[in-house]
């Protein structure tokens, strides 16, 4: 695959640990006919990080890992998803476990035909309680998928800082 909107990425795949390992398009493929709606692909830019970084990447969090099917942070954001009083089709998202939370997440939600989805998050606890509503757990967030994935790369190296990659 030709990465064309996240370079940033590829061009700093590297740390004193282990390197991000990428997905096939095969493996890609299956991944979207999992979750995407019917007829759907990912994101360009999701297939992309998926590309680059869908088997591990210990920062992101965002892989399937080694196993077979979606891999536990995705199946449990997905399930935690279905069950949020929100208009998100289950189980048409994507997680960015940033910080690896299991109620504490970025997601994309693959109805969004954009090559650059916007990213929600949600938090189970703090949401609610700043935004003063009962059963508020996602929000809008400033980020798209490439600007998260831009800003956080940004940040290692500003701080030289790229033991999670």
Partial sequence: MNIENLKLLE???KGPGASPQGL???????LESLVCPTGMIFPKNLREFLYLTGLSCSHFHSGVGTQ????FFQQNHMNLI???PYSFSYPNIWSFAYQVELDKFYFIDLNDTKEDPI??????EKIELETGTPGEYILQSKFTLS???QTAINHYILHDDFYYY
């Avoid at 077979?68 to 891999?71: E, H, K, Q």
């Avoid at 990213?119 to 189970?124: I, M, P």
């Fill in 11 to 13: 061009n700093n795949l």
């Fill in 24 to 30: 096939t398009m095969n493996q890609i493929m299956t």
């Fill in 68 to 71: 077979s099917d979606l891999g």
């Fill in 82 to 84: 279905s069950s949020a």
């Fill in 119 to 124: 990213l929600y998050l949600t938090d189970f």
């Fill in 147 to 149: 600007s998260f994935i």
